[in-house]
Nanobody, 128 residues
Framework: QLQLVESGGGLVQPGGSLRLSCVAS??????????IGWFRQAPGKEREGVSC????????NYADSVKGRFTISRDNAKTTVYLQMNSLKPDDTALYYC???????????????????WGKGTQVTVSS
């Protein structure tokens, strides 16, 4: 059973940066078999896709609201996926989850129902 654990969240001022990590364990297939996505959910709002990266790291996808500010990357040897978040805004405040799926090929999308494995989330709060 694939397990995902997020870390790196915290309180940061507007304009600041954080790097989230998603560490995978317990898989019977190598991590590079899975597409990884980052999602977030703010209080009173629906969960939304933030970024995803294909199984081989070649393709990435970003929500319009984070393009140019967030960067996703993966290190399969370390079984870790990162989300570098720069120029953070109060609207980025949310609980951030990473999730894994084997249902995508060369690309990735934010169809949360396709992601069968989820972490418990890490809180990001952007406030002065």
């Amino acid at each position: 059973q694939l397990q995902l654990v997020e870390s790196g969240g915290g309180l940061v001022q507007p304009g600041g940066s954080l790097r989230l990590s998603c560490v995978a364990s317990g898989f019977t297939l190598a991590l590079d078999y899975y597409t990884i996505g980052w999602f977030r959910q703010a209080p009173g709002k629906e969960r939304e896709g933030v970024s995803c990266i294909s199984y081989n790291g070649v393709s990435t996808n970003y929500a319009d609201s984070v393009k140019g500010r967030f960067t996703i990357s993966r290190d399969n040897a370390k079984t870790t996926v990162y989300l570098q978040m720069n120029s953070l805004k109060p609207d980025d405040t949310a609980l951030y989850y990473c999730a894994a799926t084997s249902q995508y090929g060369s690309g990735c999308r934010f169809e949360s129902y396709r992601y069968g494995y989820w972490g418990k989330g890490t809180q990001v709060t952007v406030s002065s």
